[in-house]
């Protein structure tokens, strides 16, 4: 352990990483909107629809992902 | 050219989002299935009746409605984390592409579920009362948005500290305030435990433990492999290139 603690300073091969450049924020609001609402839909479809809330008729939504929605800790009945 | 960044960020992000939930539906499959399947032993033993023919059966809810479920939900992570990623570059400290990304999957983690989750555990089938669905559902998401945001706010205030405290000190203070406004949370909020009689106390526990690991391995998985590919994209931008060169000696004004 202390051999390597005292190695690693002069031994790293590696040069000190270069924080990347900023991403102008015009240039992610488009993605980031479309995007950003698509996901939350596809979320919501696993999590929630026909539980509290119900888009669709029936229980099919549900009772497919049902053991999903369990697992990943959403309540589901 | 920016743009292109942010698309191949997305897609790449979306795509180590579903590698990881492969990884995490192993998980769920292997460690969460059968205390699925115990806790419906368990509630139709205990059931007055059980009206009503099946819709889809246990066999295609345990393999093909759980992947489902947990790809849709890793892809759907990965793409937010990524969009996320792209605000969080270069702008929340000095971190590197795969630093910055493992940092990023773990205050999703955190904030996305554990938070929630302490208050709001994961419930097997047989507990939870049904009555209380509406109330529970929408005190869940109210938990995940509010320590979203609350997530971000703690990043935005040490940024803001740091200069006067110090990166250590600003970032233990920021994380003192996330604890204190969590615990208030905590605190204010409606709780709900509906175990049933004699449910089983060990299934409950290593159920919810299950239910953890399984978002411990996506976020972790992703953290991981998004960082990877992340560099990837990343680092001919910053090392060759006249652009690339360009854009990382002038300071963007943006």
Not at chain 1, 51 to 65: D, N
């Amino acid at each position: 352990m202390a051999q390597s603690a005292v190695a690693q300073p002069t031994a790293s091969p590696t040069t000190p990483t270069a924080v990347p450049a900023k991403l102008p924020i015009s240039a992610i609001a488009p993605w980031a909107v479309f995007f950003g609402i698509l996901m939350l839909v596809l979320l919501y479809f696993v999590g929630a629809e026909q539980g509290a809330t119900s888009l669709v008729s029936g229980e099919g939504v549900h009772e497919w992902v049902h053991d999903a929605r369990h697992l990943l800790g959403f309540p589901c009945h | 050219m920016n743009s292109a960044t942010v698309r191949n960020l997305l897609v790449r992000g979306m795509l180590a989002g579903l590698a990881a939930g492969l990884l995490a539906l192993v998980v769920a499959y292997f460690l969460g299935e059968p205390r699925v399947d115990q806790a419906i032993a368990f509630e139709e033993a205990h059931a007055h009746e059980h009206g009503g023919e099946e819709l889809v059966s246990r066999t295609l809810q345990s393999t093909a409605g759980l992947s489902t479920g947990v790809l849709v939900y890793g892809v759907a992570f990965g793409g937010i984390a990524a969009l996320a990623y792209c605000f969080a570059l270069g702008r929340t400290g000095r971190f590197g592409p795969r630093a910055s990304a493992l940092l990023l999957a773990a205050a999703g983690l955190v904030a996305v579920y554990v938070v929630p989750f302490l208050k709001y555990p994961a419930n097997p089938p047989a507990v939870g009362d049904p009555d209380t669905l509406d109330q529970r559902t929408t005190l869940y998401f109210l938990m995940v948005v509010l320590s979203v945001l609350l997530a971000v706010g703690t990043v935005i205030l040490g940024k803001r500290l740091a200069p006067r405290l110090g990166n250590w000190n600003a970032t233990v203070a920021a994380g003192a305030f996330f604890v204190l406004v969590v615990g208030l949370a905590y605190a204010l909020l409606p709780s709900y435990s509906n175990v049933p009689e004699g449910f089983p106390a060990t299934l409950l526990w290593q159920y919810r433990l299950a239910a953890l690991a399984v978002q411990v391995t996506l976020w972790t998985a992703y953290g991981l492999l998004f960082g990877l590919l992340a560099e990837r994209v990343l680092t001919p931008r910053t090392a060759a290139g006249p652009e690339g060169a360009a854009a990382r000696a002038t300071p963007v004004p943006h």
